[in-house]
Nanobody, 118 residues
Framework: QVQLVDSGGGLVQPGGSLRLSCAASGSIFSFKAMGWYRQAPGKQRELVATITWGGMKNYTDPVKGRFNIARDITENTVYLEMSSQKPEDTAVYYC????????????WGQGTQVTVSS
């Protein structure tokens, strides 16, 4: 089972930017896709961004145009670059991997807290 370590969260003002990192214990290129989830207080965990093995990116509507998912295959790291942040982006962010059967592994790490507040 792959191990994923999330980092980079913190407190940011509305309109600000943060970059999250997800370091994988193995090759991220062995997975069909990598993704970032988030879970806000009292809400279900939601998938916000994905990047496929071929490099195609997809985003949930609330973050389109503001978030960018990227990867460094040599470092086995996936990033979530967040800009123009809003208070509703406040959540714990987790990365995950999707296997070639199409299943998300739920290999949740500890997550990283992002708080958007003035």
């Amino acid at each position: 089972q792959v191990q994923l370590v999330d980092s980079g969260g913190g407190l940011v003002q509305p309109g600000g930017s943060l970059r999250l990192s997800c370091a994988a214990s193995g090759s991220i290129f062995s997975f069909k896709a990598m993704g970032w989830y988030r879970q806000a207080p009292g809400k279900q965990r939601e998938l916000v961004a994905t990047i496929t093995w071929g490099g195609m990116k997809n985003y949930t509507d609330p973050v389109k145009g503001r978030f960018n998912i990227a990867r460094d295959i040599t470092e086995n790291t996936v990033y979530l670059e967040m800009s123009s942040q809003k208070p509703e982006d406040t959540a714990v962010y987790y990365c995950d991997a999707q296997n070639w059967a199409g299943d998300w592994l739920r290999a949740w790490g500890q997550g990283t807290q992002v708080t958007v507040s003035s």
